[in-house]
């Protein structure tokens, strides 16, 4: 079994990411952009350990691609904010397009803040929400079993009352 942490609009609070990584222990990360200068500053922590990441749209001066196909334990993932794709309109086509068109079986998005989980024919569509501030910031694992299969479980950072 292979798990994959993935995140995604962490903007400017990356402690919550790298608490989740310690805690979890991925093979691999991957974070879907609105949060380049975080994943930068995790990334050293977990020195061997594969992150995967695109910018967002609040990414500026990086010349990062927006979109990226990553291999993953024999599965390609489709890797995109979203915010070229429509996605904030709850229109979600375009990204399964694009993903389709790049090979992958799975996209993971971001932009909306939303968590969302679903199949758009043969591509599973999974955005993680928001790992940064905000009123429910979760993020989620991505696991890939020795067959190829895959499951995804949401996680909500909890705040501790100080």
Known sequence: ?????????THNSPDPMREAIR??????????????????????DFPGLPFYYVAGNCDFGDNMRLART????????YIAH??????????????????????????????THIPV???LGNIT???PGSAGTGY???WGILEIDDNGFISWHLHHFFRRDK
């Open 23 to 44: 805690l979890c222990e991925p093979d691999a990360v991957i974070h879907c952009g609105d949060g380049v200068r975080d994943v930068r500053s995790v990334e050293p």
């Open 82 to 111: 979203g915010h070229t794709l429509g996605v904030k309109y709850g229109d979600l086509d375009r990204l399964g397009y694009a993903a389709r068109e790049a090979g992958a079986s799975v996209a993971v998005f971001g932009h």
């Open 117 to 119: 989980c679903k199949r």
């Open 1 to 9: 079994m292979v798990k994959v942490a993935v995140f995604s609009d």
């Open 70 to 77: 990553v291999d993953i334990a024999g599965v390609k993932i």
């Open 136 to 138: 429910d910031p979760t």
């Open 125 to 127: 569509l999974i955005n």
